[in-house]
């Protein structure tokens, strides 16, 4: 069955500092899908980035960054240099060919000015 | 998000009386899936779609019926809601693998 697991419940750094949220999954698949998304206080959710299985060049977009790892089965999001802007609950995520999306529990995040 | 609508956005309502919830799409994606979201569980899908007529129960669908008698509408129904399911809820639908977008959610509260 796939799952996908965030231990990181909450995570408070200053602003300026890097920070690395993970994310490990599992799944029998070999192909499947591997999200980001950020949940701002507003209450959206905002896609930030989707990776397929066959697919494991890193990825840096701006500050953000994401390094998947099929050997460990994780799939972590870097922030370079945080603002208070990147506070939010930041989910992982993983969908399988039946196409059902499945989330982590999230990590929420403080960045402290 | 643009293609898709959830209605209404905020409801309070009573224990045991019926509630829908309704996600409509102007994509004509095949896919449609309802989640719950909870403090400490993320996101839980609850019951998910493939066609017309075509629905299926996810990890958290007790409590809930769908019912999808066109493409562009999901509707999510509490026959009697009680406290627990107080929640918010999302909307998405899918039209290839591996793609989604989301609703902007409804908020739910049970009293």
């Known amino acids: 069955a796939q799952k996908v697991t965030q231990a990181q419940t909450e995570i408070s750094v200053v602003e300026k500092e890097d920070v690395t949220l993970d994310c490990v999954y599992e799944t029998r698949d070999t192909t499947y899908y591997l999200f980001w998304y950020k949940q701002p206080p507003s209450g959206e959710l905002v896609f930030l980035i989707r990776r397929n299985s066959f697919d494991e060049q890193n990825e840096i977009s701006g500050r953000y960054s994401w390094n998947f790892q099929k050997s460990t089965s994780s799939f972590n999001f870097t922030i370079t240099a945080s603002q208070v802007v990147d506070s939010a609950v930041y989910f992982c995520a993983l969908s399988e060919r039946d196409d059902k999306i499945i989330f982590g529990k999230g990590t929420r995040l403080h960045i402290l000015p | 998000d643009a293609g898709i609508t959830q209605s209404p956005r905020h409801k309070v309502t009573e224990t045991g009386t019926p509630v829908t919830l309704r996600c409509h799409q102007t994509?004509?994606?095949?896919?449609m899936y309802w989640y719950r979201q909870d403090p400490g569980h993320g996101l839980r899908l609850i019951h998910y779609?493939?066609?017309?007529?075509?629905?299926d129960k996810g990890e958290v669908s007790d409590g809930y019926s769908v019912s999808r008698s066109k493409t562009e509408d999901f509707l999510l129904t509490l026959e009697s809601a009680t406290s627990s399911q107080t929640s918010v809820y999302f909307c998405?639908?899918?039209?290839?693998?591996?793609?989604?977008?989301f609703g902007s959610g409804t908020r739910l509260t049970v009293v």
């Open positions: 994509e004509n994606h095949r896919y």
């Open positions: 998405a639908i899918s039209g290839s693998p591996g793609s989604y977008t």
């Open positions: 779609s493939y066609g017309v007529k075509d629905t």
